[in-house]
C-alpha cells in the first residue's frame, strides 16, 4: 500500500535526487517548479520502488504524476505504475495519470487497451530549445536574436554579466521591484502570481544549488535569469528585463545558456505560455527544437462502460436490478448489522441517522452503480428477492471483486454459488474482465464452500481473510 505524505512547500528539497538526473524533459518535474507552483498544486508524495510518485488535486481529481525513477530504471517505473493501481482500487479513487512523457505514453494505452483517453493540452506544454543554438544565435534563422544582441552590445558598451552571489540580493530584489512596476499593470493573475513566487525563490538560490545570472548596463542590473539543472538540460524558471533596454531579453538569453550549458547540459528548457498568444509568439521565434508534451493518461474500468444493471437468468435464479416494489426486503438484507458483519461492510457509516427509511439502502446501492464503484444486482428466486450479488473494487487490470450474501430463509440451497458462478460468467463475456477475486473472513468457513461450489479457487489467507480467484479459463 502507497503511503502519501503532505509536502511542505519548503520541503521539496527532498526531491531534488529524482529531479537532478530526470530525463522527461517535462519541466514541472524540478525543484523550483514545486517550489513557485506549490499553492496551485499541492502534491502530496511517496517514494516506492526508488521511485517519486506525487499526486495532486486538480479540477476536483486525484492526479498521479508518472512515477520518476531516481536513476531512470523504467522497469521501476512501471511497477511503482501498478502500486498506483493497487493503490487506487483499494481506496476506491479513480486513476489519472498525468505528466506522462510521451515515451511512456504508449506503454499506458497498450497496459490498458483501447479503452483509455489521452490528452495533451497546449498551453501548458513546455519550449525545448538546443542549448547550443542559444549560445551562438548561428546562422539565418536567427539573424533576429543576433541583431538584438549587437544592438544592446552598441548601446551598452560597458555591459556585464555575472554569476549571481548571495550578497548581491538585495541589489536583485530592487531590480525586480522596478520590473514588477510594469508587471503588476498586465492585469494578469498568473502574471501576479509569478512575482509573488519569485521573491521567495532568491533566498532558495544557494539551498537549491540554482544557476542565476545577472546582466548589467552602467554597473546596473537590467535583466536576471534562474534557470536549474535536470538532466541534461537546464530549465529556465525566471527570466526577467527592464523595459527600455533594447536587446536585454535575448542578450540575457544568450549570456545565460554561455555560462550554464556546457558540461553535458544539451537543451534549454524555457516552460510552457500558459496560454498567453504573445508568449507563444515570443517562444516559437527562438525555434524549439521540440514542444514536450505533458500526456493526461485516464484508463477505465469494465465498470465504466455498464449503463444499465443487467439481467442474467439461471436455472433457478434472476439476477437483476432490485426495484422499488422491493425496497422494504431489501432493507431487511442489506440493513441487518449482525448477519452483515461478514460483508466487511457497516452500513451504518453512511446513514444519515441510525433508523433510514428502507429507501435509504436502495437508494444508497444505486448511487454505487451511478458513481461506478459497484455493480449491484438482486437475486431473485420465482419472482422472490432473497438475496444480492455484487462486483466492486474494480481494478485497472481487468479484476474485479465478487461479493453475495442471502436472506436467512434463503440460505442452504445452493442459490449463493450459483448466483456467483452467474455474474463470473457475465463478468468474463460480457465485461471481458480476465480475473475475478472474492474473500471471507477466516472464520466464516461457509463463504469458502460457497465460492469452492462456483469455481473458484483458492489462493492464500492471512491473519483476517481467506483469498480465491477464478480466471475465465477455470
Known sequence: MLEFQKTNKEDVIRFAPFFAEQTTHVSDFSLCFQFMWHKHFTPDFCIAEDCLILKEVYAGKDWFHYPLSRTGDEQAQRRAVALIEQCC??????????NVAQRDVPWLVLRYGQDVSVTNIRRWRDYLYEAESFRTYAGGKYAGQRNHVNKFKKLYPDWTFEVYRPEREGELTAFLREYEAAQRAKDSYLADEEMDEVYELLPEIGRFGLLCGLLRAGGKIV??????????????????????????????????????????????????DAGDMGLRKSKLQYLPCEIVGKYNVTPRRAIDGVAHPPEIRTARLTLRAVGDEDAEVYARLAGDVGRNRWWGYDWREDAPDEAPPAQWFLSFARGLLRE?????????????????????????????????????????????????????DYAFCKLELERIEAKHFCENARSGKTLQLAGMRRTGADDTYVYYEKTPKM
Open 89 to 98: 482500487r483499494d481506496k476506491e479513487m479513480r486513476l489519472h495519470f498525468t
Open 223 to 272: 535583466a536576471c535569469s534562474i534557470g536549474e539543472r535536470c538532466g541534461d538540460m537546464v530549465v529556465v524558471h525566471v527570466e526577467k528585463a527592464l523595459r527600455g533596454y533594447e536587446g536585454a531579453y535575448p542578450m540575457v538569453a544568450q549570456q545565460f545558456a554561455l555560462h550554464f550549458t556546457g558540461d553535458g547540459v544539451k537543451f534549454l528548457n524555457r516552460m510552457d
Open 372 to 424: 461506478k464503484m459497484e455493480l449491484p444486482l438482486g437475486i431473485y428466486c420465482g419472482g422472490a428477492l432473497i438475496g444480492e450479488v455484487v462486483l466492486h473494487r474494480f481494478g485497472y487490470a481487468a479484476e474485479a471483486e465478487v461479493g453475495v450474501r442471502l436472506l436467512p430463509e434463503a440460505e442452504g440451497q445452493g442459490y449463493a454459488a450459483e448466483a456467483v458462478g452467474a455474474l463470473c
